[in-house]
């Protein structure tokens, strides 16, 4: 018996997505993203995002991350973004390939999250000559790596720095619905309503096979986007393939009934863990992923009860926390799948070894 | 009522493909393609191709074409081709952008078939000289973008050209199926045994959704593709999508029997298309695209009659052929799909407009 | 002895250029291009244009003409160009890899020259669809790579066709001394009065070391060009080794003195061999360079009386005009430097061989 | 009256060099580095660092140092160096772009200078996924950024460090003279014998024009340096241009003078603002350049002075260090160029403010 945390990516497709797939795939259709599917797709979710919106459906992440970023920038320009950020630290360079050589500077801050400070002085506080590569870009996680949320104010106060200085504000939100209801907001108000000016709008680890759209919200970001795509090979031949997987999604929130399920899971696991001795938390569980400092008595003993989880770089610990001997920070993550006796035997393997 | 014959991406995927499908969405698996089902699908590709190999999975065909020439080529390299060839005219540029600068030549030659002569006079004609790019690859199309199959020999003749000029051998395998089946031999006579170094080889456009695998023959060009494909954003993280689809594709022979099916269709609407008036072939139907030369009256009535194609550049056509006056050359592709009816209908609509 | 005819850049600089390097050679100047020769120099060049301009020095051709190319061109975008452009075939693929992957159409045309025809009706064959590769820029070679010159009638034809179909106009001007003297007219009516955007200016054949200029006439094609620069390691901190060659260069009128004296060897050279058996010119000797189809004997015999000269590809040859049997094209150069005897000489030998 | 140290590319050429340069000039050369020019220079680089080698002769520092990272790492790859240096720093992005895409990670250590411990931690530190870029280059400064020397000890035990786990050891030696006239030791001693795989040897700073060379020990990171530097636009087509300066410049040991001239006035210049009130020196100086710690009042009035000099970031001071209210960290370069009095000038100008 195991139960597996190790990521929002170990589970398949939810019943609705792979039921919508099915359904989409009798006759024939118009290739490259002009069938009818897409098209519905791309009004449910301007009506989502209460405007209009261009909207590109890709297979992964890192493709809709380095398209949006590649959007943004010029090949010899500066993104910023945590020290974290899964576009600097976990895409192989995705987004430099699609830029042409543009870089990626890694802001620190506490779980994973910008401050508006550390931004403005790190983009004062560069060179301003053709010697060095001009800041065009700030990227934000949302939730972060760390599992936090960016509040619409905190988005706005960071949105403005931004825009002040020039930069462009992208979000990567792999984990947009856990943060959406978490914080009980429209999508307007965690994203352009608050100065997001392009998105990386993720549906895969939330319960499709593989899903994303980046949804531009400037006209003028859209031009250069589906040449591209094509030119990544990620516009698909038979595009309903993506438009099926997000009309299953997003029909009848069923997306946001997924986010709640996992945010639920984790919260629940968070909370049984919180008071078990030989763990703390490493920071507030605010989605779907609880970060955790275990002594090694307790990593082995869950190890040895069957939880799946990956360890994690403390370098997201807040200023004073660090980990004592033995230690490790850990992150165990809620997909949309897991039932909540699945929580609860995790629960009940640390309770038993921290007694 | 309408006949659709306007590329073999305007269906889904087909059954035993979309059941695959569903059934491995069940249980967590790991991800980034260390599921089983990947490590299987592994397997029965290399017995199928009766030797060890490499092969790396992919969405889609543009990307599986660009990974493959990215390995071969040093970003200063040269890439020989068909000139009407996907990689150089439908792909948006991905071979030179996967490759970093690259290019691609293409060559001119019938029905989209290389010669050897073509081929060797291309590279010897080539400056030896810094300022010039040097010859690193051939691309060959199986079967050719008009439809034409090499056999092993040719292929082995235009191998041996390459080889012994110090270049790598790619084949383009979109629809290999096909053309495996009307030459009837084995995969390893088609590819490995007659020369080719890598393959890309194609499930899309013969059942499944969005499935494509780069497969080497020679361990040096493996090195770079994983690294090269993670950068691209083609490391689907649920990696049982593709792996599910090819599952479904290869079991049972599956693939060999929607490429009969195919070819079939094609081969039965090429010869009701054959004798009438107002009609000529532009060249044999070797897979499962009929290639035609129509009188203007024609080109209408077929399109009155719900017949749906594509015009097609006359570039390839024979020395000595050429359009006549009004004349339109055109493209009708069988799919795995269309039932022998939906062919006997557009027989039926030519016949009665021919009389 | 012997008369090297090999190619313009065998020469090193002539006496004003390296008189005005040594004098700009004492005390400290600012670095990166901020010093007042430079300065003076790109006032030199807006008053030579007449009209307000942008102009990068640069020390090589190849340079000029790949940020020329790269700041007119997205990555996926299609530069036409005549098939024996330099661009196209002698800088190992430099405008693609500064533009990321852009790709470059040659297209025929005697001696070199595109004409509007086939330029237009190039363009208008292209597929409009995100899988083509857009058609962004012409480049024009002023000389052409054969010899012949663009008139600002012919210029302004060819802009016309671009500019009606959204494409930009660089000019290659490696040679563009060398046509401005034979056409007799103003550098603003070579360039943007005709309809260029962008110009490399070339003064390296023509009298200095290694300098170049990209001049734009379009200020949005300026904006991206000193980032590029310095990017591709183009800014020489020294400024001042660039902007003295062309302070020497410009200053009363050397630089179309040398392009006379270049001119006028190869008219003297052309006329001399013109009428002698064994000999015939392949077309017009319009600038610094003569191509004359050489018997096998003829070839022969100037060799060895120590004539130094390349062979030529016979893509150029007007229609109907072919070699004969071990008949050669080739190629010889005038540079500012050779004296009238030097040509005298191989006349000498070639009258004395076709007697 | 001014005293300028703001780097020691404010110079032009030393007389060695502008008379070989001069000398260089008559009668014609074969073209793009085939010159006998060219050809002695390069021995006499193999004699001076006692070995075969590759050298290939460039016009910048910047393209010196991106065509050797370029060839060192995988559009993938990840070159660690210190957080200051110019690679990082100061081109623009220039090894992202030569390396299409690669990274560059930053590690701190006071003076610019990385020791083997922090090295080997961020080396270990990475994590090992497809997922991440990694590590295949070190590039060490010599001298540092900050004007400090790596002794060949130091060096050792870096290459050691990267070598141990299969990195290439790059040496961009910007000034390397300085390096080598304050150590004392031979060219061989500080780089190939002590680990070093391929360095940029520059000689621009040190009193050429613009000159430099990429020096290759290994012979497989040679081969793909022609085509890198002809495509990107940095083979001169008259190579004596540069093979000129490296003549004057290395004959007769000039190069050395030139760098014990700079080495004396940085020195004395060090040993003379040393005991004044109002500054301190950040670190001790070890090649040309001098880092002092201003008072505001001092600051003010060295400027009054005529005194030419930078500001300098202050993350390479050494722990505990720190500026204090008003003060300012500032860079003094002495080129080749200065004479003891305008050393002496500064250090009145200082003695007198501090009094």
Not at 207 to 229: N, Q, T, W
Not at 245 to 257: A, I, M, N, V
Request: glycine share 10%; hydrophobic share 45%; proline share 5%.
């Amino acid at each position: 018996m195991s139960f597996n945390f190790a990521s929002d990516n170990v589970a398949g497709a939810s019943r609705p997505v792979l039921d919508a797939l099915v359904a989409a795939n009798g006759g024939p259709m118009p290739a490259y993203g002009t069938d009818p599917i897409t098209l519905r797709v791309v009004s449910m979710l301007a009506e989502l995002f209460e405007r209009d919106i261009e909207a590109l459906l890709v297979a992964t992440g890192t493709a809709a991350n380095a398209l949006a970023l590649a959007a943004c920038l010029d090949p010899w320009g500066l993104c910023l973004c945590h020290e974290e950020a899964h576009v600097i630290d976990d895409e192989c360079g995705a987004p430099e390939f699609f830029a042409h050589g543009a870089k990626l500077l890694g802001l620190p801050g506490t779980g994973g999250k910008l401050s508006p400070e550390t931004l403005g002085q790190a983009i004062d506080r560069l060179p301003r000559h053709e010697k060095q590569m001009p800041a065009q870009v700030v990227s934000l996680s949302q939730a972060t790596e760390a599992g936090l949320v960016y509040t619409p104010d905190e988005i706005a106060a960071l949105a403005a720095v931004a825009h002040a200085r020039g930069l462009v504000v992208h979000m990567d939100g792999a984990r947009f619905a856990n943060a959406l209801v978490q914080l009980g907001c429209s999508p307007a108000a965690l994203t352009w309503r608050a100065g997001v000016d392009i998105l990386s709008f993720g549906a895969t680890k939330n319960g499709c096979f593989a899903a994303e759209a980046v949804i531009a919200f400037k006209p003028d970001l859209v031009r250069s986007l589906r040449f591209r795509r094509k030119r990544s090979g990620h516009t698909l031949s038979k595009g309903r393939l993506l438009a099926a997987q997000f009309d299953g999604y997003l029909r009848d929130d069923h997306w946001l009934d997924n986010a709640r399920h996992a945010n639920a899971a984790a919260a629940r696991l968070s909370a049984g863990l919180a008071g078990v001795a030989g763990i703390r938390l490493a920071w507030p569980t605010q989605a779907n992923e609880v970060f955790a400092i275990l002594s090694s008595g307790m990593d082995a003993a869950l190890k040895a009860a069957g939880t799946i989880y990956h360890p994690w770089s403390p370098r997201s610990l807040a200023d004073g926390e660090r980990l004592g001997p033995g230690e490790a920070l850990v992150r165990l993550v809620c997909s949309f799948a897991p039932e909540p006796s699945d929580v609860d035997g995790v629960i009940a393997a640390a309770r038993s070894a921290g007694r």
